[in-house]
Each structure stands twice: as structure tokens, then as C-alpha cells.
């Protein structure tokens, strides 16, 4: 009997889809975002890990908005997308000019904020 | 006149002539700032003498001018009011020290003719006659405390004058800080007396006297007057605080006529006097202040005997009068006292001014050895020294003769005197005698031993005309205090001083009536031995110059001791202060720089360690800047999901 | 397994992977194609959420704009491995990772813990109704005028960016006047 009531339930979390398997996916995908931020000592590649968090943030948003039944969830994708996008510009000009000024873009050799 | 204008213009017109000429410093006439200072005090003579006559015309219960100008302080029951009196004891001490004081103003203005800094000493000398005016005219203790440091501190710059020379300066940092040790005594003085009574107004603790008669010596009044006794030492300048008063001397000579002759030293005297109803009920202070006096008059005597410099005897005189003075005041006799004080002023202050004179004619040479027969060259000061010599030694019927004599007399017979005392005082009238016949002797008659480049000439009138008006005063002021005895022989004189101060003074109690045939002895005693003193003293000095030097061979170890003050300095300096300089600088360094800075540096040191170690934190990396950005937001979830 | 279900995963399990080689992989070019990836993975995951306008959005403006930015900057950098391109230091690094785990252990535990608060909206859902032009249309209706102020600030934000990234980069360099 138990073992079939567990199977019941571990078909249910695989089978039955629900709010939590998507804000669980977002979440992973939100840490993995920021371990990139810690981890990794390219701009560039910093820059996509931060756009990795904000992806993961649009999926929150449109996975509590199918739930709650609601579009406002849709018009703050919109929002932090466009946002992202602009935040993506920016700052690929600057590492631009760093690389032009400094011809690195590894940050380990900018740590002039030290003291 | 308006008695509030009146005492307005007394009080202020010296502070006025202090501002004028203080504000005019740099100036070198001494002809404008001496006629600025000159009026000022003059300005405050003429206000003197309308009070006292505005105070004769009044009836006796109520012979008393009080003005309120302004109420100084109150808190909760302390209240002092910026109050002046004059009544019959300040009446005296005003025109004495106004009087005085403009006589020895005109003699300034010759003396110190050629002096740079005249308008700063003008401006010092009618600053001191404010003070020493607030300290006489005050109706509480209080005010009179703030012209008694007035007056130390007008001491000390006129000490001080000459300050470029360094003995000179110290002279009159001695004077400063031997003054403020009795300051301090009269300040715990001060606190008994409030604590006691509850007020430190004359008129009211002299009223609150007689409830406290006491016997023992630690009880409040006799505490009380004890430190304020103290104070008085320091002040007047007896023992175990005279000594700056010899060192004072290196002041201009006007300085040490006003100052230290006439006024600022008789102030302990004065106060006394204006507490009298309290120190008669303290008769153990009586008996301190008594034995005090006549051991200052004796000591200071012999030390006068000794020395060579003409103002250094002049001041141990000065030292020894203050002692009968105070010897007066002990035995109960505060009539007298202020009777001596003011003959004292007159005489001692001639023989001042006319000491500066022959120091003036000597081209600054003060040491007597060197002087000898000016009388040829000088003959109005000699005249005029002459007569206050005959004051000083007691001859009948100069001023001193009185009023000493009523000294010796109270001593005597008073329930707080004894003959022992009376034995003193007889003692110290002979030795004035000797040393004052002594120095009349080398510096006036004999042969003159004046070396050859210095020609003496007699001074200009402006510094003359004060001479010849103290040698009246000398003469004609102890006319005023001629006692029973012998006015009633000379068609019942009356004694006018005792009339004039009887309703201040608080008699004696136990005291009876002297017998005639007794003071006439008392008076013949004395002035028989001042004669023979003076006669011995001539024959020394004069007919027989070898046989001083020789008499002073025979005893040399007691000559040495006494030539040298009986080292009294040396002993202060060895017991007192240096240890005092050296506990001093041991704090200094073993607590002070050992500890506490170390202390200081070691807490600097501390932030500093603490900050590197908080900067530590800062590394540019902006990961880990990131990182704790995490770190937070993790902290703060948990938070929320565990509630 | 159902259609669904099997979907989900494949999609959620395609992303993961994308996402962990964007951080794990050394060159960036590689990092750049797996993050362009992650966001087709994203994309197909919204339709299955049925937003179907936003799915085609996020593949024209991330997928279609943004990586190519991104790509054509790394090759004007003409890099071709990254020196040292993980940080330094063991302690630090495991004190990263470790914060990074802890935060995942948090939010999954709170949703955990805080599902079966909030109460699905299965009728009258706009979402879910109808086929993909109806909910555009009511977002498009929400836009216009419940979130106009929004919009408007959008624009002018983008303005900004764009006259703000051509003053960066310019030739002489940065905002530096000659």
C-alpha cells in the first residue's frame, strides 16, 4: 500500500505541472545568475550572468500571472525587459571604454576603490 | 552734597585717572600724567573731606554715611551688595590714604621725571588708591576682599615696575605669592564667618558678636579671626609672611612710601579694627595676634639694626611699627592701633619720600656707607627727616610719642596684655631708637664719605613742598590724642581721638582704668630709654665710628646671623619651596608624561589598529562587495522565512 | 508521463544546463551562444505558460538584440580565452558558492512553505482563454491605459539610454571633452 500511495505522489510532482515547478526553475536560475556574478571575472560575462537573473524574473512574473489569473504580470515582463535591455547597452559602451582606456577587461586589475 | 555723588566721585576718580593714563602708556611726560594722576586723587581728597565734615555734622547714634550702589550677587541666603560706608574708622583710613596718596603723587612727578614708562606708573598708582579705597570704603567682607587683592595686585606691578631687571621682577613675584598665601587664609576666614553668621556684612556681624563669646580654640569665631589674622600677616606683613616687604624695596621710592608705609600695609590693621566686636570675643586669637605683634616689633628691629642699604631700614622699621600695631590690636587697644597707624603714615612716609630724595641727590645710590654729611648739601630734607626721626623714636611731643605710648600703656594694664608684653614693646622702642639714630647719624651728620664723582644738591620744590607738609603732620598730628594724663595739665585738653572713635570700639571687658602715677612711669620708661639709646647710637656712629666695627667683631657669629635676616629666606626656600618645585616636577614627569600620555598615545594607536583592520574590508574587488550584498539578502530571508 | 509534463522538463532541464554553461565555460564566446540559448529555452517556457506575445517578444529583443550586442562587442575584443577568468581564492570562492546555495535552499524552502496561500484562478482566467490574439489584445488594452504612465517613462528612458551609450563609446572615448 505504500509504496503505491508513494508513487501516487511522485507522479503527481512529476506529472501534475503547477506553480511551484516554475518558481523553482526561476529560482535555480536566479542562483545560477548570481554565482555568476561572484564567480566569474569577465565584464562581459558578468553582464549576461545579470541578464541570466533578470530572465529568471520574467519567468516569476509570467508564471504567477497565469496562476493569479491577472495580465499585470505580462506588463512588468515588458517593463524589465525593456529596462534589461537598456541596462545591457550601457553597459557594453562602458566596457567599451574600458577596454579602449585600459585594453583589459578582466577585473582583476581594477581594484582602484581598494583602501 | 549728594552723599551717593559724593562717594561716586571718591571712589571713581582714581579708576578714571587709571583709564586716562593707562590708555596713554606709551607717552614719556611725565608732567601731563603726573597732573592727570595728581587731580584724580586730589578729586577724591576734596570728596574725603566733604564726607567728613557732612559725618562731623552729624549727631553721634547715627554718625554713619552708607550708599548701596548696586545689588552684586544673591543667591538663595548669600547677599552682597556693592555697598560703601564711611563712619568714624573709615573716615580716618580716607583722608589718610587720599591725603597721603596726593602728596606723594606731587612728589612722583619730580622723582620719576626721566622714567620711560611714567604714564604706566602713574596709571598703576591711582589704580592702587581705587583698590586700596574699595578695600577701606566696603560695607562686607567681600568688597573689601576685592580691593585687598586689588591693591596686592597693584604691589606687584609697581614691585615690579623695573621689570627688565630679573631680581627686581622676582621681587615682585615674592610679594604676589607670599600675599596669596595669606589671601587663602583669609578666604577659609571668610567661610567660617558665613557659615557661622550667615552674612559677612560689618555692621551685622558686628551686632551678631556678642552672643558668641568663646573659650576654646576651635570654635568658629576664634577660627574665623584666626584665618583672617592670617590673611592680615600676609598683608601687613608680619611674621611668618614679612618677607617680601624688605624685597618690595626695589620699587620706585614713592611706590614704597604709599604702598608699603602708609596705606596697603595697615590694611590688616584696618580690617581688624572693623571687626573689633568679634575679635574681642575670641580671646585666644587676642592672645596670637598680641604675641605675634611684639615678636615682629623686636625682631624686625634687630634686623634694622644691621643693615647698610637705606630703604632695606626703613622697611624692617616699617615691619617693626606694623608689629606694635598689631601688638596694639591684641591687647585690646584698637584705638590706638589705628591712632599709630595713622601717625605711622606720616612719619614713615617722610622718611620715605625723604630717603628718595637723597637717593635722587645720590644718583641712585642707596648704600649709607657711602653717604655722610648731607646735611650741608641738603638741608630741607635734612630738617624734614629730622623731624620724622624725632616721631619715629617717641620724643615728646611729636606724633609717635602719643600714640606709641598709648600703646605701651594698654599693653600694660589690659586683661589681654601682661608686663612681659610691655617689656617686649619697650625693648623694640629702644632698638627703633638705636637703629633710626644710626641711620640718621651715617647718612646726614659725621664726615662725609660721598665718593668724589657724585655731587648731592638738594631735590626741586615739587618733590620738597610734600616733605615739609608730612613734617608738620609728624609734628602737630599726635596733638589730636593727647591723653587724660597730661591734658588735664595743659588746661583739660580732651582726647579728641578717643571722643571721635568711641562708638566703634568695643570696650575691653575687665578692663580698669589705668593709674595716673603708673603711666607716668610707663611713659618716663620709655622715653628715658629711647634718649639713652639715642645718645649711644650718636657716640658711635658719630664721635666714635671704630666702635660698632669692633663690637660687631667681638659678637660675629650673632652679628652674622642677624646681618643675614636670621635666614629665614634661605630656610623657606630650603624647607618650603623647593620641595614643593621638586614634588612639582617628579608629577610632572612620572605621571604626566609617563602615564597619562602614554595613556593618550596608546588610545590614539588603538583607533588607528582599529581602522586598518575595518579597512581591511575594502578591497576594490567588487565581487566580494557583491558577495556580501548576498550574504545580506540571505541573512534577512532567513529572517523572514523563520518567523 | 503526460505531453505536458514531458515538455516542461525537457524545457526546464535545457535551460538549466544553458544557464550553468554560461558561468561555467571559460571563452566567452561560448558563454554568450549558451546565455542566447537560455533565453529560447525561457521563450519556449512562456508558451507553455501560454503567454504567447511575451514569448515572441523575448525572443526578439533578447535573443535577437541583445545577444547580438553582446556577441559583436566580445568580437571586437578579440578575445580568445580569458586569463584567469575564475576568481581567485579558495575561501573566498567557497564562501560565494556557499551563500549562493544557501540563497537557493531559502527561496525554494519559502515557496515550499507558502504554496496553498494563494488561491489558483482556473475560470475566467485571461490568460489561459482563448487562443494567443485575445490575451495580446487585453494586454495591449492594460498597456494603453492602466500602465500609460509607465509606458511613457519607458520611452523616454530608452531615449536616454541611447543618446547616454553613444556618449560612452565614443571614438575619443567616454563622456572626455576634447
Known amino acids: ?115 | 552734597m549728594n552723599h551717593s555723588l559724593l562717594m561716586a566721585l571718591l571712589i571713581l576718580a582714581p579708576f578714571v585717572g587709571f583709564l586716562i593714563n593707562g590708555a596713554r602708556y606709551k607717552k614719556h611726560s611725565a608732567n601731563v600724567a603726573g597732573v592727570i594722576a595728581t587731580a584724580a586723587v586730589a578729586i577724591s581728597f576734596i570728596s574725603a573731606v566733604l564726607l567728613v565734615l557732612d559725618l562731623v555734622a552729624m549727631p553721634v547714634e547715627s554718625r554713619k554715611i552708607a550708599v548701596s550702589f548696586f545689588e552684586w550677587m544673591a543667591v538663595d541666603k548669600f547677599k552682597i551688595n556693592a555697598g560703601f560706608v564711611v563712619d568714624q574708622i573709615s573716615a580716618i583710613m580716607i583722608l589718610v590714604i587720599t591725603g597721603v596718596g596726593t602728596l606723594i603723587h606731587l612728589f612722583s612727578v619730580g622723582y620719576m621725571h626721566h622714567d620711560k614708562g611714567v604714564a604706566k606708573y602713574f596709571a598703576y598708582l591711582n589704580l592702587f588708591i581705587f583698590n586700596m579705597l574699595l578695600l577701606v570704603l566696603g560695607d562686607n567682607l567681600l568688597v573689601m576682599f576685592v580691593g585687598w587683592e586689588g591693591v596686592g595686585l597693584c604691589s606687584y606691578l609697581l614691585i615690579g615696575f623695573w621689570f627688565t631687571d630679573k631680581e627686581k621682577a622676582a621681587a615682585g613675584m615674592k610679594a604676589f605669592v607670599t600675599n596669596r598665601i595669606g589671601d587663602a587664609a583669609f578666604l577659609l576666614g571668610m567661610f567660617v564667618l558665613f557659615i557661622t553668621f550667615g552674612t559677612l556684612n560689618f555692621s551685622e556681624l558686628n551686632a551678631l558678636a556678642p552672643t558668641v563669646a568663646e573659650a576654646s580654640w576651635l570654635g568658629a569665631v576664634t577660627l574665623g579671626t584666626l584665618f583672617l589674622f592670617i590673611g592680615a600677616t600676609g598683608k601687613s606683613a608680619q611674621i611668618p609672611l614679612y618677607v617680601w616687604l624688605p624685597d618690595a624695596m626695589a620699587g620706585p621710592t614713592p611706590v614704597s612710601a604709599l604702598i608699603h608705609a602708609a596705606t596697603m600695609v595697615t590694611a590688616g590693621v584696618y580690617m581688624i579694627v572693623r571687626l573689633n566686636p568679634l575679635f574681642i570675643m575670641a580671646p585666644n586669637t587676642m592672645m596670637v595676634i598680641a604675641v605675634i605683634g611684639a615678636a615682629t616689633a623686636v625682631f624686625a628691629a634687630t634686623i634694622g639694626m644691621t643693615q647698610w642699604d637705606i630703604k632695606k631700614v626703613l622697611a624692617y622699621s616699617t615691619v617693626s611699627q606694623l608689629g606694635y600695631m598689631f601688638l596694639a590690636c591684641g591687647v585690646g587697644a584698637f584705638g590706638a592701633a589705628m591712632f599709630h597707624l595713622m601717625t605711622h603714615a606720616f612719619f614713615k612716609a617722610l622718611m620715605f619720600l625723604g630717603s628718595g630724595s637723597v637717593i635722587h641727590a645720590m644718583h641712585e645710590e642707596q648704600d649709607i656707607r657711602k653717604m655722610g654729611g648731607l646735611k650741608k648739601y641738603m638741608p630741607i630734607t635734612h630738617i624734614t627727616f629730622l623731624l620724622g626721626w624725632l616721631a619715629i623714636i617717641g620724643m615728646p611731643p611729636f606724633a609717635g610719642f602719643f600714640s606709641k605710648d598709648e600703646i605701651l600703656a594698654y599693653a600694660f594694664n589690659s586683661p589681654f596684655g601682661s608686663p612681659v608684653l610691655w617689656a617686649a614693646g619697650a625693648l623694640g622702642a629702644t632698638l627703633t631708637a638705636f637703629y633710626m639714630t644710626r641711620l640718621m647719624a651715617l647718612t646726614f651728620w659725621g664726615k662725609s664719605r660721598v665718593p668724589s664723582d657724585i655731587h648731592p644738591h638738594e631735590s626741586p620744590a615739587i618733590m620738597t613742598i610734600p616733605l615739609i607738609v608730612l613734617a608738620i603732620l609728624s609734628v602737630i598730628g599726635g596733638w589730636i590724642g593727647i591723653p587724660h594724663v597730661i591734658g588735664e595739665h595743659l588746661g583739660h585738653i580732651p582726647n579728641m581721638w578717643e571722643h571721635w572713635l568711641h562708638p566703634v570700639i568695643s570696650p575691653i571687658p575687665g578692663w580698669q582704668a589705668i593709674d595716673h602715677t603708673t603711666e607716668w612711669t610707663l611713659m618716663g620708661v620709655s622715653v628715658g630709654l629711647a634718649l639713652i639709646s639715642a645718645i649711644v647710637a650718636y657716640q658711635f656712629y658719630v664721635k666714635a665710628p671704630e666702635t660698632p666695627k669692633k663690637i660687631a667683631e667681638s659678637i660675629k657669629p650673632v652679628y652674622n646671623l642677624v646681618y643675614n635676616k636670621y635666614f629665614v629666606d634661605e630656610a623657606y626656600f630650603g624647607g618650603i619651596i623647593n620641595p614643593l618645585v621638586n614634588i612639582s616636577r617628579n608629577t610632572w614627569y612620572y605621571i604626566d608624561v609617563n602615564f597619562i600620555d602614554k595613556m593618550t598615545y596608546w588610545a590614539g594607536d588603538l583607533m588607528r589598529g582599529m581602522g586598518s583592520m575595518v579597512r581591511s574590508v575594502q578591497t576594490g574587488n567588487m565581487q566580494q562587495y557583491a558577495m556580501y550584498i548576498g550574504i545580506g539578502v540571505v541573512v534577512a530571508l532567513s529572517f523572514v522565512v523563520m518567523r | 508521463m503526460t505531453a505536458d509534463a514531458f515538455l516542461f522538463w525537457f524545457l526546464a532541464i535545457v535551460t538549466l544546463v544553458s544557464g550553468l554553461s554560461v558561468i561555467l565555460l571559460a571563452n566567452p564566446i561560448y558563454s554568450a551562444l549558451c546565455l542566447a540559448m537560455t533565453m529560447v529555452g525561457v521563450s519556449a517556457l512562456f508558451v507553455t505558460l501560454n503567454a504567447y506575445f511575451i514569448a515572441g517578444v523575448q525572443l526578439i529583443v533578447y535573443a535577437g538584440a541583445v545577444m547580438v550586442l553582446f556577441v559583436m562587442v566580445i568580437m571586437l575584443f578579440d578575445l580568445k580565452k580569458d586569463l584567469q577568468a575564475f576568481t581567485r581564492g579558495i575561501l573566498s570562492g567557497a564562501l560565494k558558492i556557499a551563500s549562493v546555495g544557501l540563497l537557493a535552499g531559502l527561496v525554494v524552502g519559502a515557496i515550499a512553505i507558502s504554496t496553498g496561500l494563494l488561491a489558483e484562478k482556473t475560470t475566467d482566467n485571461p490568460v489561459t482563454m482563448g487562443t494567443g490574439m485575445e490575451s495580446t489584445k487585453a494586454l495591449g488594452n492594460i498597456l494603453f491605459s492602466k500602465y500609460i504612465f509607465g509606458f511613457e517613462a519607458l520611452g523616454v528612458l530608452l531615449l536616454v539610454i541611447a543618446v547616454g551609450a553613444v556618449a560612452l563609446a565614443r571614438s575619443k572615448g567616454g563622456t572626455h571633452e576634447q
Open chain 1, 1 to 115: 500500500m505504500r509504496a503505491v500511495k508513494v508513487e501516487h505522489m511522485n507522479n503527481d510532482i512529476i506529472n501534475n505541472i503547477g506553480l511551484n515547478h516554475y518558481l523553482i526553475l526561476a529560482a535555480l536560475l536566479f542562483v545560477t545568475g548570481m554565482a555568476g556574478v561572484l564567480l566569474r571575472r569577465n565584464i562581459i560575462v558578468l553582464l549576461m550572468s545579470i541578464e541570466l537573473m533578470l530572465n529568471s524574473v520574467n519567468l516569476t512574473f509570467v508564471a504567477f500571472s497565469k496562476y493569479l489569473g491577472i495580465l499585470d504580470g505580462h506588463i512588468m515582463v515588458f517593463f524589465v525587459m525593456t529596462i534589461a535591455a537598456a541596462e545591457a547597452a550601457v553597459g557594453l559602451a562602458l566596457a567599451v571604454s574600458i577596454f579602449k582606456r585600459f585594453n583589459e577587461v578582466n577585473i582583476r586589475f581594477f581594484e582602484h576603490l581598494k583602501g
